[in-house]
């Protein structure tokens, strides 16, 4: 920008100079050559005038373009700050996503580990097992079940709820048909479909009908025992397309449930032990309200005693008090006698008689 005003003010000096010796060099009379010199004076003002608006021109340019420069600068470096943010945070969210892409790889390397317990009959046993301990230790108390029981015929169920008569212990028995069922939901065509079903309602069958022979105990146990399915879905398959097992299920008296249905019985199981413990507790509460009324009774006597005592102690009282009125009657009596000459009769009056003493104290107030 200094470049520029100096080469218009070279331009313009230049000019000047070239058309004041065009005009020195023509031959003019004074007047005129005092004209153009005038006119040349005004020029080189104009010039000046020019050379320094150029000046302010250029110094407000100047402090235009330090501030321009300094906003661009300014932008720059929060442009940069801000993308330098932008970067950490973006570093950050990386971060999270290999977090949770590993989190997903574990959780992989889990479904994996679990479908090959369930692939094993034992540990897909102990599996169920372990969701039924698990449901009835977070619905009843310690009290209230049984893990592992035996029976009276030696056999041994996965859970026993003591309830009291009726309708006595229930049995609960975990059963885990994953083979069949996983048969019926692979199976593709319709042939390998109707065989699959088939094989899922014998394996439930076997169950029910296993449940049903062996921890069914008439006298010992509950005329009823339940079959643990840990699976929503193994449940859900069964009452939709499989209707007759439930039905053979409800003849045998052994009811189905699945985690969720489970969780309701076992509520309702709390309830009847509640107010099974209710019942007990009012046959205490009779049984202390008989002793208590028992108390109350002799409690009774014995007010009515104490009545008759105090009765007869206030009767006393009332005597004394007519005795000690009498005794202040002849005292003033006495104060009244006045004494003559003669020592006679007074004197005899006065004396003291020998009165007989009775031996009973309310005697002795009744002659006083």
């Not at 399915?229 to 189905?256: D, T």
Request: aromatic share 4%; net charge negative; with cysteine.
């Amino acid at each position: 920008m200094d470049n520029l005003v100096i080469i218009l003010a070279g331009v313009a000096a230049i000019s000047v100079l070239a058309l004041a010796v065009v005009v020195l060099r023509r031959p003019k009379d004074d007047g005129q050559q005092r004209g153009e010199t005038l006119a040349l004076m005004q020029t080189l003002e104009q010039l000046r005038q020019t050379t320094a608006a150029l000046d302010t021109n250029q110094k407000i340019i100047g402090d235009r373009l330090d501030g321009l420069q300094k906003r661009v600068g300014d932008g720059f470096q929060q442009h940069t700050e801000r993308t330098g943010q932008t970067l950490q945070q973006l570093g950050e969210r990386l971060a999270v996503i290999d977090q949770a892409q590993k989190t997903i790889t574990d959780l992989s390397q889990q479904m994996v580990s679990l479908q090959d317990i369930l692939s094993n009959k034992q540990a897909r046993g102990a599996f169920g097992e372990i969701q039924l301990n698990d449901l009835v230790g977070a619905a009843l108390p310690p009290s209230a079940y049984q893990l592992q029981a035996t029976l009276e015929n030696g056999k041994r169920v996965d859970c026993l709820l003591n309830l009291p008569n009726p309708p006595g212990p229930i049995a609960i028995d975990a059963k885990f048909p994953l083979e069949s069922f996983q048969m019926l939901r692979d199976a593709e065509d319709e042939a390998a479909k109707v065989a699959a079903s088939r094989a899922f309602t014998q394996a439930v069958k076997k169950h029910v009908t296993d449940i049903a022979e062996r921890y069914i105990v008439p006298g010992a146990t509950a005329d009823s025992a339940l079959m643990f399915l840990p699976s929503e879905a193994i449940y859900a398959e069964l009452h939709a397309n499989h209707r007759n097992i439930v039905e053979e299920s409800f003849r045998r008296r052994v009811w189905i449930v699945s985690p969720t249905t489970l969780m309701a019985t076992l509520n309702t199981v709390r309830a009847v032990l509640k107010d099974a413990r209710m019942k007990e507790q009012a046959g205490l509460i009779q049984q202390e309200v008989h002793k208590l009324m028992d108390d109350m009774g002799r409690l009774d006597d014995r007010v009515g005693k104490l009545r008759t005592h105090f009765d007869q102690a206030s009767k006393d009282i009332g005597l004394i008090e007519t005795s000690a009125r009498k005794i202040m009657s002849r005292g003033e009596k006495i104060e009244t006698i006045e004494l003559g000459d003669d020592t006679g009769s007074p004197a005899e009056d006065l004396a003291p008689r020998e009165v007989e003493t009775p031996a009973d104290p309310q005697d002795r107030l009744k002659l006083v």
